[in-house]
């Protein structure tokens, strides 16, 4: 509030010359506020690891401003005796490009030896990427890091702050797994998923080794801002101590791009392109694959890259599978080759071209468990081989086991011992981390369907894989197992178990848009607003900024209108239907750090938004707006809902940003007309 | 309007108890709509268009897709995104010199990454070969490969190119620096098959053997190795790998829907054990399934030859050894 202040009185002193005083004590504000929103300052992304081997990690971070990154490590969290070399620490930074806005404290930055380093894209400017690369590890030994400016350690000395290398290729040991998909959105769904896991790991007693995601981590669109506060701080206390192995979806792929390999998804992570961790080089961040102990694993980008069997990415795929001989082979991307949740792969492009030109490679290379996502929720397959066709999914005939699949049920699906070709692999769709949750209908070959949040926990031990579905609140939802033993008959089943029809409620319920987990208040509810009412202002002027309010009325939230009278003061417009107008200035310190802008707000019936003149939001009003505003509809429920902005990148700017409401009622008789809002940020 | 603080603490009630309702709000058609509306509220904008053509590209509506595309470029014009994206729709529509216009002016755009460069320049490639200007074709790859020297797919594309064009040497010298650059396995294969196209037996059986060794699944390997063999006149241990090859490969076929992969194998092995219907049959089969043009060449290749046509003189070297 007192930034406001002052840049209000910036703002309106500008031209007495007091202006550049404000100023000065503007951009002191900003740097107090900066230190206070940020407690983990230097770091903007604190430290997490990346592509594992048996004797090597990546540990990565990102810093406001140049550090001098240092990394020591070793086998106790007191004692960390060992070193990365500088050599082995890879710096990228965003440092704007020439003439863009910028706070002056980066503009010293563009220096020529720092303009020459690797770019990172749409990164906050001033962010700095540090990559180190920790070498000559021993296999399966825990180890504790930890990061330091120079001589100033900038990570907490902690037991948590640690990893364990990749036993050696093939050794048999228990492994566990954490799978998630479509979970960027930095709602309390995403989060109960998160913490649904944490606690049952901890009851159950045995970590992870590392983790998949398959794609979606930040929505909407992939930006750099949205992957920091819907990835890296959703997922920090996971992510400072396991790898996380990702997968590009289809809305990171809306920034980033398979074929250039550039975008905020190639920033934010370290795949191995040499066949560092195992497998077959690809020479690609898009599509990788590395081995864990006794499993061999495969991420395809099923979003923007040629799947035909033509194409480099499933040449590629057939050349690793001649290659892989570990015991287990699991492959994972986006989109799933079967689902009926909130996608139909019997109708999208995308989907149909994975299942036909994908999969037969992966089956006669001997897959076991296929993980995907895109479509929010959870389906299992029973144990599938064959389906691969463009047309509608049937389960005739390429059904090789009906059961459940479940140990405690009908008992595990079996296979034979090794990578054997077309015994059947299990099929999991895990899109159901924390995006809105939905179903078309019922895909034949599933076996399982849950529209539940959760995510997938993998345990492989010897010749058995165990799955479970954990839900939000942290209870096993399903239970599969594969067992590889021996050599059991194949056998296909032309009439398998047919799961029940789904039938799609008649009237589907529309849930409002949840809130941001963690969230920081622009403008409070109850706050003071400057607002019109009884009348309407002429044009679209009032919306921008430099508009002369100052004939309007200061007054506080809410505003409601009581028995047909509105704010005590005003009247209702003489057209008869109630409006009421409202702006505010507030302030953002740096535009690009923002992930979303949304309004906490109480209304009644119909309102439009803007920001700094743009429309960006409007709920239960047709067509046009103010005096000529058509189409308002009765709002239905009561009560503050949240409503988030569009586009806020385009028109969100550093400093002082206008915010305008108009409110409508839904006829001359309304007596709930009335407005309360308060403005968010993404936090 | 009731008591605004009971009503937040109830609203907010709702929507976490409501989070779990299903709701498919995230399929295309759903996706399309939404960013309809937006267009609607906010006005046109570059970004929105993007994401709504990207939308109907997965519904294959292309030409939706372009529409939305050549109107985000006139909000735009510098948006190499964009530009990228329409050139490739309009390929995919078989708009030739419409995917190459924008390709080229794609190129134009100022401060263009250098991996942006190189994916433009890898789509004009395709717009030449559609258009039967190898030369262009060939040249474009390599263009790319000096902006982005890591993309493997520009790699494979040269050595089509350079096969095509009899530059067996070329070929061979420019997947080796690929190998250098990139690491990459497809670029090792290739440049074994790039040794047998050349007629280097020796040297394509010394680098074969390691491959093989290290191969699990061993088929395309032994197929390989018996065209080396062959070359170097060994042929019972030839005939020998080819029948091993598609023993594994009978193993591995899928039952109803082929994979395309295993088929161009098969047909090969078929060729080179004299098969020739058969093997025509496969790559026929393979080109329905995905095998895409290098399965339309193979088989048009050995009708040719069986016509006594051939239509590739530096591959028929192997079909006439048998």
């Known amino acids: 509030m007192k930034e406001s202040a002052l840049l209000t009185l910036f703002s309106q002193q500008k031209r007495s010359g007091l202006g550049r005083w404000a100023r000065w004590l503007w951009l002191l504000g900003v740097s107090v506020s900066a230190l206070a929103q940020n407690p983990h300052r230097p770091f903007t992304r604190l430290p997490y690891l990346q592509g594992s081997s048996p004797t090597q990690i990546h540990v990565l971070w990102r810093t406001e401003g140049p550090i001098q990154p240092v990394v020591r490590w070793g086998t106790r969290p007191d004692r960390l005796d060992q070193t990365v070399p500088l050599a082995a620490i890879v710096t990228r930074a965003s440092l704007g490009t020439n003439g863009q806005p910028m706070l002056p404290q ?12 690797p770019k990172l894209h749409s990164a906050p400017i001033g962010t700095f990427q540090y990559e180190a690369a920790i070498e000559g590890l021993s296999p399966d030994t825990v180890y504790y890091y930890g990061v330091f400016n120079g001589s100033e350690r900038l990570t907490a000395e ?39 896991m944490q606690a049952w790991v901890k009851q159950d007693g045995r970590p992870l080794d590392f983790w998949i995601h398959v794609g979606d981590m930040a929505y909407g669109t992939g930006r750099d801002v949205e992957f920091q506060s819907r990835f890296f701080e959703s997922y920090q206390t996971t992510l400072r101590n396991s790898v996380c192995w990702p997968a590009m979806g289809n809305h990171e792929g809306h920034t980033s791009k398979g074929s250039t390999g550039i975008g905020p998804y190639y920033d934010a992570y370290w795949v191995p392109t040499r066949a560092e961790s195992g497998g077959l080089a690809s020479g690609t961040e898009a599509y990788y694959s590395f081995d864990h102990g006794n499993i061999h694993f495969i991420c395809l980008d099923s979003h923007d890259l040629d799947r035909k069997p033509s ?49 037969p490679i992966l089956e006669s290379g001997g897959v076991d468990l296929v993980l995907t996502g895109h479509s929010h929720v959870y389906e299992r397959s029973m144990l599938l081989d064959g389906a691969y066709s463009t047309n509608a999914t049937v389960a005739e005939n390429f059904i090789l086991d009906d059961g459940d699949g479940d140990p405690r049920g009908d008992g595990a699906y079996l296979k034979g011992a090794g990578l054997r070709p077309h015994e059947g692999a299990v099929q999991v769709v895990a899109g159901h981390s924390g995006a809105s949750l939905g179903r078309v209908g019922t895909s034949p070959v599933m076996r399982r369907t849950l529209v539940e949040h959760g995510s997938l926990l993998v345990d492989v031990e010897g010749d058995t894989l165990v799955g479970r579905m954990i839900n939000r609140e942290g209870v096993e939802r399903d239970r599969f197992s594969l067992v590889k033993r021996g050599a059991p008959l194949v056998r296909r089943l032309s009439l398998p178990w047919q799961p029940p029809e789904y039938k799609a409620p008649e009237k589907a319920t529309k849930s409002p848009y949840p809130p941001p987990l963690d969230h920081a208040v622009l403008i409070p509810a109850g706050g003071e607003w400057r607002v019109l009412s009884g009348a309407h202002p002429q044009g679209s002027l009032w919306t921008q900024p430099g508009f002369d309010d100052s004939s309007w009325l200061l007054a506080k939230a809410p505003f409601n209108s009581g028995r047909g009278r509105l704010l005590g003061e005003g009247r209702a417009s003489k057209e008869g239907r109630p409006s009421l107008y ?31 003149g743009q429309e960006v939001t409007r709920v239960n009003v047709g067509r046009s707006s103010g005096r000529n505003a058509q189409g ?9 809902v949240y409503v988030p902005l569009g586009s806020i990148a385009r028109f969100l700017v550093d400093g002082v940003n206008v915010l305008a409401i108009e409110c409508h009622a839904h006829s001359e008789g309304s007596i709930d007309f009335g407005l309360n809002p308060a403005l968010w940020m993404e936090d | 309007m009731a008591s605004i603080g009971t009503r937040i603490g109830w609203s907010l009630l709702c929507a976490f108890l409501c989070l779990g309702v299903a709701r498919a709000h995230d399929s295309p058609e759903h996706q399309i709509e939404a960013l309809s509306e937006r267009l609607i509220r906010e006005g046109a904008s570059a ?16 030409k939706e897709a372009a529409r939305d595309l050549q109107r985000a470029v006139r909000l735009a014009p510098s948006d190499s995104l964009v530009l990228l994206e329409l050139a490739q729709i309009e390929l995919q529509r078989g708009r030739v010199s419409e995917a ?44 790319a490969l000096r902006w982005n020297p890591q993309l493997i797919s520009a790699y494979l594309e040269r050595s089509a190119w350079q096969q095509r064009l009899h530059r067996p040497h070329e070929r061979i010298l420019g997947l080796e620096e690929g190998i250098r650059r990139t690491g990459a396995g497809l670029l090792v294969a290739e440049r074994i098959e790039a040794l047998l196209d050349e007629g280097q037996w020796q040297q394509a059986l010394e680098a074969i053997e390691p491959e093989l060794t290290a191969s699990r699944l061993q088929g395309t390997w032994k197929i ?15 005939e020998r790998d080819l029948q091993s090859a598609l023993e594994e490969i009978e193993l591995r076929m899928p039952r109803v829907v082929k994979d395309s992969s295993l088929l161009m194998d098969r047909a090969l092995a078929r060729e080179l054990l004299g098969q020739t219907e058969a093997a025509i049959q496969d790559y026929k089969l393979a080109a329905g399934c995905g095998g895409g043009e290098e399965a339309i060449e193979a088989g048009r290749r050995l009708r040719r030859t069986r016509s006594g046509r051939p239509l590739w003189p530096w591959r028929t070297q192997r079909t006439t050894q048998h």
């Open chain 1, 106 to 117: 980066w503009q010293s930055l563009r220096t020529p030896e720092n303009l020459s380093l």
């Open chain 1, 158 to 196: 902690s037991p948590e702050q640690r990893f364990q290398t990749q036993p050696k290729p093939g050794t048999v040991r228990p492994y566990r797994f954490w799978v998630l998909g479509d979970s960027g959105t930095g709602r309390e769904a995403q989060r109960a998923v998160h913490e649904g």
């Open chain 1, 582 to 612: 409202v702006r505010r200035n507030f302030t953002v310190t740096q535009a690009d750090t923002v992930t979303e802008l949304g309004l906490w707000v109480d209304y009644a019936d119909g309102i439009i938004v803007y920001l700094n």
């Open chain 2, 100 to 143: 190459l216009l924008w390709a080229r002016r794609a190129l134009q755009v100022p401060g263009l990454a250098t991996g942006e460069r190189a994916a433009i320049l890898m789509i004009r490639s395709h717009c030449r070969a559609a258009q039967g200007s190898k030369l262009e074709a060939l040249d474009d790859c390599s263009e």
């Open chain 1, 632 to 640: 308002i509809k009765l709002r239905e429920d009561s009560g503050a």
């Open chain 2, 47 to 62: 970004d929105v268009l993007l994401e709504r053509a990207i939308e109907y590209r997965v519904l294959g509506k292309l």
């Open chain 2, 224 to 238: 390989r190795r018996a065209r080396a063999l062959k070359g170097l006149s060994r042929r019972t241990e030839a």
């Open chain 1, 311 to 359: 194409g480099a990415m499933a040449k590629w795929l057939k050349a690793d599978l001649e290659k892989a001989k570990a015991e287990w082979l699991i492959a994972f991307w986006h989109h799933p080759p079967y689902t009926k949740g909130s996608h139909d792969s019997d109708k999208e492009a995308d989907l149909i071209e994975v299942r036909h030109h994908l999969l």
